[in-house]
């Protein structure tokens, strides 16, 4: 039996929003959480490990949320941005329809009971 390699990554801030996105997304998909910050030397090492897979942003829309934004935008110049509505802030508040919408206008399976 071979282990299917998730070729999908989602890169959120923190575990809330992790548990936002796991709780609409039906397709595997690796989610990795910065918890607000990350060092130079992990995104070395997310560099390395994300070559050749589809790469995703989906941070809150505050100023910490956008400052990282920010720094994937320069170091994963490839990766694709979602975007949170601003009247919803957090990407852990918002409600599962609207997390359900972002995700599947880039193409990420969702639960159609969130549509």
Same mark, same amino acid.
Request: hydrophobic content about 45%; overall charge negative; proline content about 3%.
């Given at each position: ?44 090492? !997310? ?6 897979? $589809? *790469?995703?942003?989906?941070? =809150?829309?505050?100023? &910490?949320?956008?400052? +990282? ?12 941005? !979602? ?6 802030? $957090? *990407?852990?508040?918002?409600? =599962?329809?609207?997390? &359900?919408?972002?995700? +599947? ?11």
């Amino acid at each position: 039996m071979s282990l299917v390699e998730v070729e999908k990554v989602l890169i959120v801030e923190g575990k809330s929003d992790k548990k936002k996105v796991l709780n609409v997304v039906t397709e595997p998909i690796e989610i990795i959480c910065t918890n607000g910050t990350i060092s130079i030397t992990k995104m070395d090492e !997310l560099i390395d490990e994300l070559f050749l897979k $589809e *790469v995703y942003i989906l941070v =809150d829309s505050d100023d &910490a949320g956008e400052r +990282l934004r920010k720094l994937f935008k320069r170091e994963f110049p490839e990766a694709s941005h !979602l975007y949170i509505d601003r009247a919803y802030r $957090e *990407v852990a508040t918002a409600p =599962d329809h609207h997390v &359900a919408s972002v995700l +599947l206008s880039a193409n990420i399976d969702v639960n159609a009971k969130f549509l």
